[in-house]
Structures are given as C-alpha cells and as structure tokens.
C-alpha cells in the first residue's frame, strides 16, 4: 500500500507571477495534494501570513480543503528592493509563532526564476531582476504583464536549487541581496511527489 502523501498549502503575495509558476510545478507533480492561494493585499507580508494562519486553522472543519489539515503550510514573500517590506520581521516571527514557513527571495521571486538559467551574483533591487529575466527571454515573462511560460523552467530546478545553495553559502541571511531559499519548497514539493519526503 502507497503512504499518503504530504498536503501543501502555499500562500503567495505575487498576484501573477508566483501563482503562475506554482500552478505549473503543480500540474508537473500531478497527484500531489497542493493548494495554491493568493493573498489579498498585495506587498503587505504579515496580512499574507494572517492569511494562512487562517486558512490552516480552518481546514480540518472546510469541505474546500476536504475536512482535512495541511502538513505544511507556507508563505511565498518577497523581501523587496531597495526598500525592505515594512513588517516583514514581525510577519516572520508571527510565521515561525504559527508553524507556518516562509520561503524568501531578496529581492523579489524573479531572482528565483533567473537562477533556472543563469548563476547570479551582485545586489539587484525587484526591477533589475524584473528586467533581468525579461531580457533572458526564455520563459515568456514580461515585467509589465507578468506572464510565465512555466514549460520553459521544467526540467532546470537541480541547477536552480545548487545556484541558490551557492549564494545562501556565501550570505549571513536573508537580508543580503542576492539571497533566496524558494528551493527549500520547491525540493520539498518535489520530494513528496516520489515518495521520498519524510511524513510528519
């Protein structure tokens, strides 16, 4: 008899491109037992980590979420730059209070999606990786309309994942730019889809 698998719950800020690239590691995972939300207010990290305290708390008593609890629950956040969310230090420890995880790029999810190509190196604020990526041309995203061809990321995530290892090896934390530990979830994700996950 299989094990049952790990259910996700995975809050994220960015109103496209977030959603856009977790929709499609989703379809890739096929059966995995994932759920996508987006928050409501836009750039405000601890109303995103309300959100899923919430939406945890309530899942057990919700035909939505089949009267069943999610064994991780996370939130997408971008820390932003050259202007730091405000709260985002209050909207991490209220995460960690809840046992919710954060999955953090500094600057902004972009960063994450260019590391599926190329190494980076160097301080970036969200519009120069924005644009970053958009001049890559790879994957169909345009700054200005937030599209994602996720196709075109399929099959890059162990070069994305060791990129990303690289330069959280070579920072003292999420407050150096560049820095992102997305690759934490998405292994995560990965991993629970073939059964190698350890259940909780």
Known sequence: MRPEQRRFLIYCEGECTEVQYFRGLKAELRTLPLAICLG????????L???????KKRAPHSPDDRYTEYDEVWCVI??????????????????????????????CF???LLLHFQDVSGY????????????????????GR??????????????AERRAGALRRR???????PWTDVDRLVGLLRAARHGTGPRG
Do not use: F, M
């Open 40 to 47: 409501k207010e836009h750039g405000e990290p601890k109303s």
């Open 49 to 55: 980590v309300r959100a899923a305290i919430e939406h």
């Open 78 to 107: 971008d820390v932003e730059a050259p202007v730091p969310h405000d709260g985002l230090a209050e909207a991490l420890d209220l995460a960690r209070r809840n046992g919710v995880e954060v999955a953090l790029t500094n600057p």
């Open 110 to 112: 972009e960063l994450w």
């Open 124 to 143: 970036r604020t969200s519009a120069d990786a924005q644009r970053a990526l958009e001049k890559l041309g790879t994957c169909g995203y345009a700054a």
């Open 146 to 159: 937030k599209h994602l061809a996720y196709e075109s990321l399929s099959g890059r995530h162990e070069g």
């Open 171 to 177: 920072a003292k934390g999420y407050t150096d730019n």
